[in-house]
């Protein structure tokens, strides 16, 4: 689950990281309030849930109040593009008015679940404000990644050894430490897949501050955290995403033509890959999960429906804890009462896969049968191709 900047930046706060005087606006006159709040010269910045908002002119510093109110016209209902939105981008809806702050020096630090060990790891750099996968790219050298024991967790000489990586020295590397140590209480206390900052600035006066920070929550732990799902801004997010959460469906739009239904996520990626391999685009990724019911695999199927860019859907279910007939029976359903005429192809195999095929025989919709995952993404292909 993401989070805005300003957001993340109130809790790193709470967890005593300091971060720059700020306010955020939902207007134009809000904006030109908290500039002169800020003393006039202050930083606009854009609140999307992607990175890259710099370069995209959605963060710029401006030197008096009418001028920030100049910029958060132009911005507000703008759809900004960055590498991280797509073609489509994300509108604008919110803005954060920060104090600008003469910066020494930048830095690069966050704590990340390693999936590899399924561990935090605390990974920094000296090059902050930069892209991070460009310098492991370029200059991996730069990049100090430590594993944290979760027995022990992140020890004081751990961080300070950190802090002197980075080239911190006295005061200012004890700042750090102590930073660094927060930043993990952070990743812990509020069960965070990622906590960023980007970047950790010393500051001219020879203060450390967070000028920009990202925090994702681990959506497995959201039940532990009531508060989570009000922070969420459902206006940056797929409205189809957004009907697949109601009924507990995992669903991420994508950019091809074939809608995509599966049960199980490693499932889901293997067809993902074969359709492509045959020539096909997916056009989502939705898992239904091993034990749905007819109704959650009728809704499923209306949301592949609701995409416009959807031209066929390919089915791959394998039948062991949810039966195949069940799967049958939620497609006819969803494509009888939304009148589908698409080309549909159902690959199936498992527990009462006979019935299931029948069923969809007798449908009477433009429905194929697929043998195996290969026949199925080659028919699905084929029926596009006769369209």
């Not at 430590?146 to 080239?167: E, M, V, W």
């Not at 200012?172 to 812990?188: P, T």
């Not at 009924?247 to 293997?270: E, F, Q, S, T």
Request: aromatic content about 6%; some cysteine; overall charge negative.
């Amino acid at each position: 689950m993401n989070i805005h900047e300003y957001q993340a930046k109130e809790i790193l706060s709470s967890y005593g990281i300091p971060v720059p005087r700020g306010r955020v606006a939902l207007t134009a006159d809000q904006v030109e309030r908290a500039a002169k709040e800020m003393g006039g010269r202050c930083v606009v910045k854009a609140q999307i849930y992607a990175g890259g908002r710099g370069k995209a002119g959605g963060v710029k510093l401006v030197h008096h109040p009418e001028q920030a109110q100049d910029l958060a016209k132009e911005l507000f209902g703008r759809r900004l593009v960055t590498p991280q939105t797509g073609a489509e981008g994300l509108k604008v809806r919110r803005i954060l008015v920060e104090e600008a702050v003469e910066i020494s020096r930048e830095l690069y630090l966050s704590i990340t679940l390693d999936r590899a060990t399924s561990r935090y790891c605390l990974i920094a750099s000296a090059e902050g404000g930069v892209e991070i996968e460009e310098v492991a790219s370029t200059a991996p050298e730069k990049i100090h990644v430590l594993d944290i024991d979760p027995f022990t967790g992140l020890r004081s000489y751990q961080a300070r050894k950190t802090a002197l990586a980075l080239g911190l020295a006295g005061s200012v590397c004890e700042d750090c430490v102590e930073l660094i140590l927060n930043l993990y209480r952070c990743a812990l206390e509020k069960d965070c897949f990622l906590v960023e900052i980007n970047p950790l600035v010393v500051t001219k006066a020879g203060w450390l501050m967070a000028m920009d920070a990202k925090i994702n929550f681990d959506d497995n732990a959201i039940f532990r955290h009531r508060e989570y799902p009000d922070m969420l801004d459902y206006s940056q997010l797929d409205p189809l995403e957004i009907s697949a959460g109601k009924y507990d469906l995992a669903y991420i739009k994508l950019n091809g033509n074939v809608g995509c239904m599966v049960n199980g996520a490693g499932l889901a990626m293997a067809t993902l890959d074969v359709l492509q391999e045959f020539g096909a685009e997916p056009a989502n990724f939705l898992d239904v999960g091993g034990g749905a019911t007819r109704e959650k695999v009728a809704e499923a199927f209306k949301i592949i429906l609701q995409d416009s860019d959807v031209k066929g859907v390919f089915v791959n279910i394998f039948g062991g804890i949810m039966r195949c007939d069940v799967i049958a029976q939620g497609i006819i359903e969803a494509a009888s009462e939304v009148h589908c005429t698409l080309p549909i192809v159902v690959r199936m195999d498992g527990s009462k896969v006979a019935e299931g095929k029948k069923l969809l025989q007798e449908s009477g919709l433009n429905v194929q049968v697929g043998e195996t995952l290969g026949d199925g993404a080659a028919r699905i292909v084929g029926m596009l191709d006769k369209n």
